[in-house]
């Protein structure tokens, strides 16, 4: 499950290996979020194939490498390393790891609904 339950949190610790741009193009981002329960959150005709959005309140510290946030627009997306730590609600994102190492950050989503 990628969102938390109603009114309530999920806490996950996420390992995001070195990405392939080549093999990224070809992955079906739809198909691996619905094993999630998560299909409707991917962002259709995004310009990368994992585009998602979610209705919570993310906190996210960056435990070991470094990672892209990819946002809509390309001039906006933001480098993190080790020690960052961010704070995002409600957009469209995804994750790209263009390092040589893996990427562990540890997540808290608070649900954003009524």
Not at 49 to 65: C, E, N, Q, W
Not at 101 to 114: A, H, K, Q, S, T
Request: glycine share 8%.
């Amino acid at each position: 499950m990628l969102a938390p339950p109603p009114r309530g949190t999920v806490f996950r610790i996420i390992e995001f290996l070195p990405e392939d741009p080549d093999e990224t193009r070809t992955l079906d981002g739809k198909a691996a979020f619905a094993d999630m329960g998560a299909s409707h959150n991917i962002v259709e005709n995004a310009r990368h194939p994992f585009m998602h959005r979610t209705d919570t309140v993310d906190y996210a510290v960056i435990l070991s490498g470094s990672i892209t946030m990819l946002m809509d627009d390309e001039a906006d997306d933001v480098e993190f390393n080790a020690g960052d730590v961010l704070i995002q609600r409600g957009t469209n994102h995804d994750w790209s790891n263009r390092g040589a190492e893996p990427c562990r950050i540890m997540f808290v989503l608070i649900d954003g609904g009524g």
